[in-house]
């Protein structure tokens, strides 16, 4: 438990140092032990985020610990998601720049980059005004918004939300940092690559191939590279090196 | 008095960091106590900016204790909004680079993501050459061009300028600096937008969401946080920790 | 071999600086005495590689020399082009983004500027699918599709690789590191003048000029010139006094 | 002299950290007191240029005290330059990647922004193959290559050089560095513009005031201004105050 927290800590300063989270966004780990809870910072930028920062959440958003620490307004993303997916380990919800045109023009985002695969075959876009009307802040602040997002999910592993950023929900802690790095890169390159004609994407047999069976492992030794290298470029390989 | 004056101060640094400005560009706040006078900096790179750069203007732009330091060859832009809208206490005019392609060409720059919304519905083009003729530098350098511009500004919170900037005016310093960062980002996520086909803005709901009652507040945690961190960044989070 | 093992390493930490490798991606020398062997770092990521790092291989990817260390799991590609190629000293394997668009759109990636001459006049595009289905996880991981790889490559310099990255083959190290670098700029550069019309790329008599006779050599003092910033900006200067 | 030959050293090292020349292009100024010649550094990449790479030349590139150093083989431009144009006391040549699409499609580049306003109204492009054929390495190696730039750049302030970079001059050295700082800023917010729409450049007007009489001037406080806020970013800050 203690070296998932610490890893959390990690996941909030590679976040941050790789672009991915500013100010704002947030990553969560599902309480190894007990399923109906979550882990997640207060109310802090992810750059600079400490162990001390970390607070236990019910699935519906309640601290369990709050020792007068505020915590993010929009908690309610990760709990919907591990209450509506049983096998989802982590989340990360963030407003990563290059992410956003896909939420708000026709366009559909779809992996077109092998390090990409693991955003799947389908990456729903879900606008909040749908359900909750044109006159909200775009924010997922209870429960209900939370669960509405979380449908919009369904069995995907991103879903963009609209004029806001995306959730991404992985199996592991490292799989969703992942998946969050190389997001935007992807949507980078599918918007150049539409500028210069008509785009092959990833085939499914492609997508699975990477994400299923024989692919890509959290304990891969390239997974585990990334990790270390993401670690020393956010300055904090010290800390992984305690670690392990 | 005092704390103000170290945040404008640690406000230049944030928006040099921050790519909103360079060598040039400005930032002020209303004396909080006498409404018909202003603070802004010597005419100084921001990110050089300290205490001792700042100097006291009536709202035409008269320097009243100049010590011998040059002022801003374009304050009039500062104390012209501050004389039409009796509600702003803070102005940044800025050259940041994002927003530029959107003052000469017909596209409408309007909110598109959640953190853009406080630049409001309509962003007005100014174009000085319209009143001033084609032969000025462009610059706003007296009275009379500022007020023009001030006028096309009405109750917005951005004008862009043709060919040379914008001027943002906020409640308060740290509403401006906050808007000033997320303009650009707006201004690049719509860019992209517009390549990949029709764009859904904001809806006038939304916006009025998050600048009205329940949305945003210039001393929620969220705001702090953001204060925090890119005090942080720009090497600042020691003078930030003495202000408070 | 000593002063090369060094620059081996050395290569790494600039390629990484550059931006042309992130976690991934590899760079290879042939044994210079031994043409049927190559060395290349153990699965790391290469702004981490040391010395220590180093393995030598044979042409079909078996480590001579393993002591434990894991290989990276795309060897292959580097063995097979060192086969089928007796010219080739260097070889490149990256995911640099900006080329990556050219390898999933119809638009054809050709030099146009003079830094990117060394690309070479045609610059092919491999799709693992062609051969080995559409169930790949898109990595090179064995000989055989090595040597397809290698097959496409045929003369040219630069393969790109659909969905996944490029290999790019040179006659020394140093001249594969210059191409790595110039290669996403030549493909920003091509990629936003198509936007602008009809562009000019070189002339086949210019790449010529450029890359036979009396143009580039990796031994000119413009070489070495740049080879000497990029160390110093990796913080690498010392090391490379050390070598010579 | 020996505070312009710092000046020239400083900004070898300003052109470097702002992204205008990276391992190539070169500044050069006009010999202060012997019009027939011009100094400028060794073959070195700018970033590393101190006072002893310092050379002096006479405009047909001859160098008058090598001491055994190695000139650039592009010194050429600069010579031709300060032999057509007696006005020109400072010359930049470089290849910023943003400035290379308007050299290789038809779009003419043209100053849209108040900054890029030193360009002046007509920046020409210059096509080597246009008289010394398609064989060349693009590269201007000898006085004849230069004088035919030089006789292209004609009264304008910038020549961009097709598929290679573009040549500046101005009358004072720091003239010249502004206006490649900004240049490609200019051609950044053309490109996105001309993706928005019908674009309104800057009037000839304009152009002239701000280049002309009362507009900007080498000497002003906010020329100052940026000079010393460059030297601080590229970390020369402390050897500017030396200077002065």
Known sequence: MSELLRDLALANRILAHEGVVDAFGHVSVRHPERAERFVMSRSRSPELV??????????????LDARGRTPYSERFIHGAIYEARPDVMAVVHAHAEDTLPFGIAPAKLRPVIHSGAFIGAEVPVWDIAKRFGERTNLLVTNVAQGRDLA?????????????????????SLIDVVRMSVYLPRNARVQFRALQLGKVKP?????????????GYKPQSPETQRAWQYWAARAGCAELLKQLS
């Open 50 to 63: 400490t162990l001390d920062d970390l607070m236990e959440f019910t699935l519906d958003g309640t601290p």
């Open 202 to 214: 990833l085939s499914r047999g492609e997508i699975q191939a990477r994400t299923g069976g024989a």
């Open 151 to 171: 449908k919009s999910l369904r069995k995907n592993n991103v879903v963009l939300m609209r004029g806001h950023g995306f959730a991404a929900a992985a199996t």
